[in-house]
């Protein structure tokens, strides 16, 4: 079974562009969740979306949306740029949406904000 | 704010040695999850301890959750340079929809 996929695996833009980050979650996951990994800061919550639904947000602000598809797919798009954004972005596709559930996560999107 | 300490946050050491990181709270949670992350990848399950006191096995490591369902530890022994990585924390509880997680222990193994 394929694993979950993120495109794209790094990705340059400069300060106020917007970008948009891409996810395959594992075939049959319903769950879908984003973070931010920074260094010392661990895995900062997003959103996460079941069956197109945004089921909880995270402490960003709104420059931070996504949506989900009928595939289950999602996305996430950054708008105005701040070098701050910089960061790993990790996607997590999961079974059901309890939250303790495993989550099985992408190789990440490597952002980096001139 | 439910937050989750992990401690140390980088540890290096010699093949053979042992060792213990760290995850503190002062919540209690249903469940806890450690994870494992090496570079270039995403955070990959070791294992999850759901009763308190709970004692689990995976090889030469060892996950033990606290009594009272607001710690954890991993113990690793004989470490190897395969062990190294970002260990990470996470802690699911019912008053969240989300997983708290820690902010990971980095840990070096040197041949």
């Known amino acids: 079974k394929a694993g979950v996929t993120q495109t794209p695996r790094y990705l340059i833009k400069t300060r106020g562009q917007q970008v948009t980050l891409s996810c395959s979650p594992i075939?049959?996951?319903?769950?879908v969740s984003w973070y931010q990994q920074t260094p010392g800061q661990g895995l900062q919550f997003l959103f996460e979306?079941?069956?197109?639904?945004?089921?909880n947000k995270g402490n960003f602000p709104g420059r931070f949306s996504g949506r989900q598809f009928s595939n289950s797919r999602s996305e996430m798009n950054v708008s105005t740029l701040e070098l701050g954004d910089s960061a790993l972005y990790l996607c997590?596709?999961?079974?059901?949406?309890?939250?303790?559930?495993?989550?099985?996560f992408g190789p990440g999107t490597r952002l980096t904000v001139l | 704010t439910q937050l989750l300490e992990q401690s140390p946050q980088f540890l290096s050491i010699q093949e053979g040695e042992n060792l213990t990181v760290y995850c503190n709270s002062s919540s209690v949670f249903s469940s806890l999850q450690w994870y494992r992350q090496e570079p270039g990848e995403g955070p990959v399950l070791l294992v999850t301890?759901?009763?308190g006191g709970e004692v689990k096995k995976l090889k030469r490591l060892t996950f033990q959750f606290g009594d009272a369902r607001k710690d954890s530890s991993l113990h690793i022994t004989a470490a190897q340079p395969g062990d190294t990585g970002l260990y990470l924390c996470?802690?699911?509880?019912?008053?969240?929809?989300?997983?708290?997680w820690g902010a990971g222990t980095k840990l070096i193994i040197k041949p």
């Open positions: 075939s049959g996951h319903r769950s």
């Open positions: 979306y079941f069956s197109e639904t945004q089921r």
């Open positions: 997590a596709s999961s079974l059901v949406r309890e939250v303790e559930n495993e989550q099985f």
């Open positions: 301890v759901v009763t």
């Open positions: 996470a802690g699911a509880s019912d008053s969240n929809y989300q997983l708290i």
